[in-house]
């Protein structure tokens, strides 16, 4: 469904990503794990297009996608949130949600018909905010939300494209407790046919949600395997939990 | 629209001032309410890109300058009916557009605007160059549309001005349809977050480039209609001091508001029209000579307005109107809040 194969990318001489593949089923939940510098982040920009591999295959549904940019690689289906806001603050939750809904329903580019006669755009909007619990701030500048609404919501910018495959970038960094929680019932209740894949500092929130994870070192897959064997495998302990024993 | 309370008020208010205008000018007014028109036109198209898709050009001017010698060229040297050079000015404007936008819509920010600066310069270059355009001499002789058809005289000040109000108006209405489309609508998020749209799958550059395009075609537009309303030109029109000058039409009325932009073009022309003639100091009881320093006052005037407007003055006087509504509102309720107590 979704898969990159011996992806590799190197800055200079410097190694960030060396012959990593990763194999995501559809409707699969699966995690992303790494210490500091593992080379997570690069990773997920050679997935979604925002840097091109040096080598090495991405494909979306049996498309290649390795040379493709990121618009086109969102237009195939591959959705994702960032690890800061990266939202529309000016513009209302509604017009954030309008936007992503034009661009799915493929009508961004109509220029001679009035937006509100978008009838279509509109309710996908709504229903947006309805699943993100946001109906009531529909006409909230989103600068004015809280921070973990603003995560939601970036979830939620995400989710409106309908992608067949959902890249987060540490959906619950910076959240408090019960934002967290909340974040988890919003990605525990996404549909079971949608490709999940999760960067996540926070091991309890990746433990808790993905079926399969990915443990990355010095820019190489580590271990592959289900949260128990990542979690009973002595090597990712040494290198992973080592500081804390 | 709640956000915008300034429009309609703004909208009829223009229409009739530029009625009244009209109606009451004598033959220096037809003139100046033509440029006035005419700029509106330009200074729109420039909002457009600089105010809702947040490219900030400094090579308007060089469409400007096509549009105005193609006219001449088709009118002067082929004899051709003005009508239909304007048309061919505003196609071979596109097409100018199209190919620079080519080159210029892959950067952004600051090069986005150095490199619309030196294209608008090497538009200038050239037509002060080229022997066949009259080099800086420029070109004249330009006419007018025939309008006989309908027993006018496009060379009467009359009909001419009123001709320019009705395209300024035509220009404003397709426009503001743009804008309040889907696609306008992507315009603005493309000025707030490029990225971001980029990852929910909008080809952003083809975005950037038809917005170039149909900048750089009413920006032709009105270069046509200024080579006919003056039937003389030169290169200083592709110069990059006009490209300024419009830019600072529209962040003075305001960006992001088309209406904004025609009222900062009527307003800089007005003010350099009045502030440059004698007559103006005398009737505020001021020596003449202060005519002079029209400049340096205009200049005071713009830092006063990047001061105290930074989102120009159709910007600021939204705020202030939301701010008075703002203030209205709770005592509104806290008065109903009595009454059921």
Known sequence: MFRADNLHKAFGSLQVTRDVSLNLPRGCRHGLIGPNGAGKTTLFNLLTGELKADSGQVRIEDTDVSGASPDTRARLGLGRSFQKNNLFAALTVRENLVLAALLQQRVAHNAWRNLRRFKRVQEAAEQGATLLGLQDDLNTVVRHLSYGTQRQLEIGLALALRPKVLMLDEPTSGMSPEETHAMQALIAGLPAELTVLIIEHDMDVVFELAERITVLDYGRVLLEGTPEEIRGSEEVRRKYFGSEG | ?341
């Open chain 2, 1 to 341: 629209m709640i956000r915008d309370p300034l429009h309609t008020p703004l909208a009829l208010a223009l229409t009739l001032l530029a009625l009244a205008v009209w109606w009451n000018a004598d033959f220096f007014g037809h003139e100046l309410l033509a440029e006035v028109a005419i700029f509106a036109i330009f200074a729109m198209s420039l909002d457009l890109m600089v105010g809702y898709a947040g490219m900030v050009s400094l090579g308007h001017a060089a469409f400007l300058a096509v549009g105005a010698y193609a006219t001449a060229a088709m009118t002067v040297f082929l004899g051709w009916p003005a009508s239909l050079a304007m048309l061919v000015a505003v196609v071979l404007s596109a097409g100018a557009a199209a190919l620079v936008g080519l080159f210029a819509v892959r950067l952004s920010g600051v090069f986005f605007i150095m490199i619309t600066l030196a294209i608008g310069q090497m538009f200038y270059a050239y037509f002060f160059k080229s022997r066949p355009f009259g080099g800086d001499n420029g070109m004249s002789g330009i006419t007018r549309p025939d309008l006989g058809i309908l027993g006018l005289d496009a060379n009467d000040p009359v009909v001419f001005s009123a001709m320019m109000l009705l395209a300024a108006l035509g220009v404003y209405l397709l426009l503001r349809v743009i804008v309040r489309s889907p696609f306008g609508h992507t315009l603005i998020a493309i000025h707030q977050n490029e990225n971001r749209l980029r990852a929910l799958g909008c080809p952003v550059q083809r975005y950037k480039l038809a917005v170039y395009v149909i900048a750089g075609t009413l920006g032709g537009l009105a270069g046509s209609l200024t080579a006919q309303h003056t039937g003389f030109i030169s290169p200083d029109l592709a110069f990059w001091t006009v490209s300024g000058e419009v830019l600072i039409m529209v962040i003075v009325g305001g960006m992001g508001s088309l209406l904004g932009a025609a009222s900062g073009a009527a307003l800089v022309i007005l003010m350099r029209h009045e502030l440059s003639d004698e007559n103006t100091w005398q009737l505020l009881g001021l020596p003449g000579v202060m005519s002079h320093y029209w400049q340096f006052v205009m200049g005071i005037f713009f830092v006063l307005v990047v001061l105290f407007a930074a989102d120009g003055l159709y910007g600021r006087l939204t705020g202030l109107l939301m701010a008075a509504r703002a203030r209205l509102t709770p005592n509104r309720q806290r008065e109903d809040g009595n009454v059921s107590r």
